[in-house]
């Protein structure tokens, strides 16, 4: 039987997006779908899971973005898709907050502020905990890609602020440390060893 593809889920891929998943991508020695970027996502999850699958090695970063849409937009449906495929193993989602209203918001399992902090506390969209939240059960994050992360089953769904930006704390410029801390909390409740530095 053929081994599936390991992937992990960013539910966000604008350009600042892009420009930060793909720098952790390489600062980790991972793959990027480049062509999953796009706001809103500009393929399929079938066409997705055909680029998934060419990659040469894994685990593989894919991005995905509903541009600001409440209701489930091509972000999400890809991301259904590429997630309930049989020859992909899904690892861990990114689930990124926005300012978008109207949605349900996805239960997370833990969430990284922008000042690195690992937190039970939800964030929002510039990666501040958010105030009066520490309520029993699993922080929300309100985001307009994230609402079909309820219906999935995957091992552990990190909460963030704005891929790349977050007042400058996840700039590419330094790296994208806070989106690179989500990805390594996913790497490690999986037991994947990873080079944490290319040189």
Same mark, same amino acid.
């Given at each position: 039987?053929k081994?599936?593809?390991?992937? +992990?889920? @960013?539910?966000?891929?604008?350009? !600042? /997006? ?11 020695? =991972?793959r990027?779908i ?9 393929i ?6 055909n ?8 685990p ?10 409440p ?8 991301l ?7 020859? +992909?193993? @899904?690892?861990?989602?990114v689930a !990124? /907050? ?8 996805a239960?997370?399992? =833990? ?5 690195g902090?690992?937190?039970r506390?939800?964030v929002?969209?510039?990666g501040?905990?958010?105030c009066?939240n ?12 994230v609402?079909v992360?309820?219906e999935?089953?995957?091992p552990?769904v990190v ?11 996840d700039?590419?410029?330094?790296g994208?440390?806070?989106t ?9 409740k ?5 080079q944490?530095?290319i040189l």
């Open positions: 039987m081994k599936r593809v390991r992937v +992990i889920l @960013v539910t966000d891929g604008d350009s !600042v /997006a892009q420009e930060a998943v793909e720098t952790v991508a390489q600062s980790l020695n =991972l990027c480049s062509a999953s970027a796009g706001n809103p996502t500009p399929s999850g079938e066409t997705m899971v680029l998934i699958k060419q990659a040469e090695h894994d593989v970063l894919v991005m995905f973005d509903d541009k600001g849409e209701e489930k937009g091509m972000g999400e449906f890809a259904e898709y590429v997630a309930k495929h049989p020859d +992909i193993e @899904v690892l861990g989602a !990124v /907050a926005s300012n978008t209203t109207g949605i349900q918001g239960k997370v399992d =833990l969430c990284i502020a922008k000042d902090t690992i937190s506390t939800a929002d969209k510039k501040d905990k958010k009066g520490l309520m029993i059960g699993e922080p929300i994050i309100k985001g307009d890609t609402d992360l309820n999935l089953d995957i552990l909460g963030i602020g704005d891929v790349g930006k977050m007042k400058r704390k700039d590419i410029c330094i994208a440390p806070i690179r801390k989500a990805i390594e909390e996913i790497l490690q999986n037991s994947i060893d990873y944490t530095e």
